[in-house]
């Protein structure tokens, strides 16, 4: 088995990847409009980051779900996009509209991280690689 998708339902699937993109320099691959719902992928490597509609989340899940919301605390998952400049990544995010959370931090097993909200209220963390010396 290999991860492939993860996918976060949103109001507006159009403004979101643009804040991707402004924010982290992802690029989109795609942007669909499959009538009852946006659809979008971005360019994150091996794995497909993907945005889709809320309108499609009410059709999946029937029974209700919590969406995201920037004025609630963050649901308890989080993306991380690995950056070679996190302190740069962290504050082109935050000029163009992600809300700090965590400024950038060296953590004690050498990996610095910060961390942020996107627009929808969706956690988004933003680490360097880190190599594990024993």
């Known amino acids: 088995m290999k991860f492939g998708y993860t996918v976060i339902w949103v ?7 643009e804040f991707y993109e402004k924010a982290f320099g992802l690029v989109r ?10 659809w979008a992928e ?4 091996d794995t497909t980051l993907a945005f889709s509609s809320t309108s499609e989340a009410h059709t999946l899940l029937p029974k209700g779900f919590h969406p995201n919301d920037p004025k609630q ?9 690995i950056t ?10 935050i000029a163009v509209g992600a809300i700090g959370l965590d400024v950038p931090k060296a953590q ?3 990996q610095t991280i910060a961390r942020v909200r996107d627009p929808n209220g969706v956690l988004v963390s933003l680490v360097n ?6």
């Open 11 to 17: 109001d507006d699937v159009v403004k979101t990847v």
């Open 29 to 38: 691959r795609t942007l669909d409009d499959r009538g009852r719902f946006m």
């Open 42 to 45: 971005m360019e994150t490597g």
């Open 73 to 81: 605390p963050p649901a308890l998952i989080q993306i991380s996009l």
């Open 84 to 93: 070679p400049d996190v302190s740069s990544a962290y504050m082109k995010a």
């Open 108 to 110: 004690p097993w050498g």
């Open 129 to 134: 690689r880190h190599t594990v010396h024993n």
